[in-house]
């Protein structure tokens, strides 16, 4: 079974460039969530997504965007890149039915770093 | 006042220590916890997840809510240098989110 997996694993931007990240849910996971982890921070909650629509979301400005596949897979944007944007972002996907553990499962994140 | 507290550490601990890992939360709505543990560059994974008040053991680890004084534990027995890693408190709200607020982490070395 292949686990969630995330690309790229590391970028360099400059400020007021834009990114894409990009996330691949696990097999049969129809939830997936995206996290911003600062270095030494736990991971704060962007949003998430669930039948292609973005229901819930953190407080995160709306230059932060994404979307969801029907595949499930998932893709966050950023653009207007600050220099605080640079963190680990961490995409998260959950199987049905664990809306009540909030049992989430993680790529191992794409580290983006702005200059 | 943040919503989870966490003594970020780094604690060092000897190799068959019994190891204790706390967070205090704010917000009595809290409904779900959870103990994730993350290696150095890797995402999170989920060690224990528990509902409302009480214990819950797998293994060597323990994890334990009280509700009443807002504090969630994680007890490591028999540690392991296996498991030097960050360890990450997470709660949220009942209801169909996965939106989870987490604690600093704390950084656990278990030296052999």
């Known amino acids: 079974e292949t686990g969630v997996t995330q690309s790229p694993t590391h970028l360099i931007k400059t400020r007021g460039q834009q990114v894409t990240l990009r996330c691949s849910s696990q097999s049969g996971h129809n939830t997936v969530s995206w996290y911003q982890q600062a270095l030494g921070q736990g991971p704060q909650f962007i949003f998430q997504y669930y039948r292609e629509e973005e229901n819930g979301r953190g407080n995160f400005p709306p230059r932060f965007s994404g979307l969801q596949f029907p595949n499930y897979s998932s893709e966050l944007n950023v653009n207007a890149l600050e220099l605080d944007d640079s963190a680990l972002y961490l995409c998260a996907s959950s199987p049905p039915g664990t809306g009540n553990t909030g049992e989430l499962f993680f790529g191992e994140g794409s580290r983006l770093t702005v200059l | 006042q943040k919503e989870v507290e966490q003594d970020p550490g780094p604690l060092s601990v000897p190799e068959g220590a019994i190891v204790s890992l706390n967070c205090t939360y704010s917000n009595s709505a809290f409904q779900y916890f959870m103990w994730y543990r993350q290696y150095s560059r890797k995402g999170p994974e989920l060690l224990m997840y528990?509902?409302s008040s009480g214990n819950k053991e797998d293994g060597r680890f323990t994890a334990q809510v009280d509700k009443s004084s807002k504090y969630i534990s994680l007890f490591i027995r028999d540690s392991q240098p296996s498991d030097s890693a960050t360890y990450l408190c997470a709660v949220r709200n009942a209801g169909n989110n996965r939106k989870l607020i987490w604690g600093l982490g704390t950084s656990l070395a278990v030296n052999p």
């Open positions: 528990t509902y």
